[in-house]
């Protein structure tokens, strides 16, 4: 993604376009197959910056006549996951693109309360800050993602 914000007025068709030639470009460097179905799912998931959930994607892939089943969507979610291209947000069970999905990261985000977009914010300080706060207290950090809601510029400056 761009320096822009998902606050802030950008190119999101550009988003879109970036998100979807890094995951072919990763996919096939590590010699992965982004088949149709996966490409599609990835491609709603960042056709706003707004977390989508899992029967959103099934609706979608129903309305155009591909193979709803949920497995199928599932499985795709999994794969976007375990490669890095797509986070999950437990508060909203949902997911969000990943904007670096290059470089292997516990996510974090911004989530508006009254838009429900979601900006990724990448921070190996507060990664590390987190992974040393938890090895002081003796715990293993496998997975994290750090969700923090509020209201975002445009929302605020509406109201």
Avoid at 18 to 36: H, M, P, Q, V, Y
Avoid at 68 to 82: D, G, I, K, M, W
Avoid at 83 to 107: D, K, M, T, Y
């Amino acid at each position: 993604m761009t320096d822009s914000t998902v606050f802030t007025k950008h190119d999101h068709q550009l988003c879109i376009q970036e998100a979807l030639d890094t995951a072919k470009e990763i996919c096939k460097s590590n010699g992965l197959r982004l088949t149709d179905t996966r490409l599609r799912v990835l491609e709603l998931i960042w056709q706003s910056h707004t977390p989508v959930g899992a029967y959103e994607i099934l609706a979608k892939f129903s309305e155009e006549g591909r193979n709803s089943a949920p497995p199928t969507v599932y499985r795709a979610l999994e794969f976007l996951q375990e490669n890095n291209l797509v986070h999950r947000l437990a508060s909203l069970n949902a997911f969000i693109g990943c904007i670096a999905p290059e470089h292997g990261h516990q996510g974090s985000f911004l989530i508006c309360k009254k838009c429900s977009k979601a900006q990724e914010l990448t921070s190996r300080e507060l990664e590390k800050d987190i992974q040393a706060l938890a090895g002081k207290q003796g715990f293993t950090v496998d997975n994290m993602t750090l969700e923090v809601s509020g209201v975002c510029p445009r929302c605020k400056a509406e109201a």
